[in-house]
């Protein structure tokens, strides 16, 4: 699959062909290979998470739909676990707590 193709595939929102493509399959390999099956957000907090902790996936730094020019960057990839690909982009903000204001007054 060329590259053209692939950029039309995102811009019409056909991510999951682009995910199943065999050039996003080789060019993930490689970045989980680069980095070393280790997720690099943990790593940078002094934690080693590898593939046998959880799993991993490979993040695009510049989203997809808004960059689809740098779908198939090697260096546009980074490898994190499932925790910290969903800190970025935010998908447990609405599980989190909010602080509950408290006042005295009844009124």
């Known amino acids: 699959?060329?590259?053209?193709?692939?950029?039309?595939?995102?811009?019409?929102?056909?991510?999951?062909?682009?995910?199943?493509?065999?050039?996003?399959?080789?060019?993930?390999?490689?970045?989980?290979?680069?980095d070393n099956y280790e997720c690099r957000e943990c790593k940078k907090r002094g934690k080693v998470t590898t593939s046998k902790d959880t799993k991993l996936e490979v993040h695009h730094i510049k989203e997809v739909k808004k960059h689809p020019e740098l779908a198939l960057v090697?260096?546009?990839?980074?490898?994190?676990?499932?925790?910290?690909?969903?800190?970025?982009?935010?998908?447990?903000?609405?599980?989190?707590?909010?602080?509950?204001f408290w006042s005295d007054e009844r009124w």
């Open 1 to 34: 699959m060329d590259l053209q193709t692939i950029k039309r595939l995102i811009q019409e929102g056909k991510l999951v062909k682009f995910y199943q493509c065999k050039e996003w399959r080789t060019l993930r390999l490689k970045a989980l290979e680069r």
């Open 74 to 100: 090697l260096s546009n990839l980074k490898t994190v676990c499932v925790d910290c690909h969903n800190k970025e982009h935010g998908k447990l903000d609405k599980y989190i707590k909010q602080k509950r």
